[in-house]
């Protein structure tokens, strides 16, 4: 037990917990503001996958540099998605996702 | 238990305790917060695995840009941010079914994953330098320079984009319910109210549920 955080194996287990509650959040929640939280979830969850085999091997430092941009593009992400529920409120005066039916009719 | 123990177990128990609050809470803003606790946990975790930098990207871009916005838009939206009354049945049992065999499947792959026959190895020492700033700017800067300037340019796009699709058009005070739904979406103030439009009363939020099915 004296080992806790030196094995990538132990960052996989964590991130692969954290990535399954971000799913599970996704699917079971009907708030579009939660939805996108737990998307930034599951990218955090990658994010740390990545930098945990990055640690494992050491030669270069492209994991880290793969987070990095997965980083800004979750920022992106993030700000559409947000602008996004926005226009989703003006429309339909409400944040629940299935609200959004308009192509169903 | 050395502190490296200590510290891995505190980050990471942080990590999954506010994945939880974000999913479980009924309220967005605690949702909020719990993404910050996460996101605090795992930028630990960044320190402990030599990832200065990232970690100290993640609590700038994290918490301080992407928790700031959540937060700015559920306070813009009031209390219509929080979660509305569950109308349709179906609808709930597809989510929580969905949610429940999802989880269903992750125990399955841990569980695989725990009868394979894997030899752990301690991670090495790391080389002086490694995730340092200078390593990763190194990078950036030479053989990942294109890759670095697409991402600026795919973030001017999104800052535009998000400014283009959020904006209401001030202007345009009354706009008639029979508008286009798209003209709605896309040139509407982002009140109803704001519109001269009363905003659907609980009763007849439930006659469109009931009939729209």
């Keep these: 037990m004296s080992s806790l955080g030196y094995f990538v194996e132990q960052y996989v287990l964590l991130a692969g917990a954290l990535f399954t509650l971000g799913c599970v959040g996704f699917l079971v929640r009907r708030n579009v503001l939660v939805q996108l939280m737990s998307i930034e979830l599951m990218l955090n969850a990658v994010n740390l996958m990545l930098v945990a085999f990055n640690r494992q091997h050491t030669a270069d430092l492209n994991g880290q540099v793969f987070a990095f941009f997965i980083i800004a593009v979750a920022a992106a992400e993030v700000a559409v998605g947000l602008a996004i529920v926005l226009a989703f409120y003006r429309l339909k005066s409400s944040v629940q996702s299935d609200e959004a039916d308009q192509l169903r009719h | ?213």
């Design chain 2, 1 to 213: 238990m050395t502190v490296g123990n200590v510290f891995f177990v505190v980050a990471s128990v942080v990590a999954l305790f506010g994945a939880f609050m974000t999913i479980a809470s009924r309220s967005p803003i605690r949702s909020a917060v719990g993404l910050l606790i996460t996101i605090v946990g795992i930028a630990a975790l960044f320190l402990m695995l030599n990832a200065q930098f990232l970690a100290a990207i993640q609590l700038i871009v994290y918490a301080g840009a992407v928790v700031v916005l959540f937060v700015f838009v559920i306070m813009l939206l009031g209390p219509d941010a929080g979660d509305g009354e569950g109308t349709v049945v179906r609808a709930r049992v597809a989510r929580y079914g969905a949610g429940a065999f999802f989880l269903l499947l992750s125990f399955g792959a841990a569980h695989l994953v725990s009868r394979a026959d894997l030899s752990p190895t301690r991670f090495k020492i790391a080389p002086a330098g490694h995730g340092s700033v200078e390593g990763i700017g190194t990078l950036l800067f030479g053989s990942d320079v294109i890759p670095f300037e697409l991402a600026t340019a795919l973030l001017i796009v999104a800052v535009v984009g998000a400014i283009a699709v959020a904006r209401g058009k001030p202007h345009v005070r009354h706009q008639s319910k029979s508008a286009s739904p798209t003209a709605r979406m896309f040139n509407g103030p982002l009140m109803a109210r704001d519109a001269q439009r009363p905003l659907p009363t609980k009763a007849e939020r439930a006659a469109k549920a009931a009939g729209g099915v």
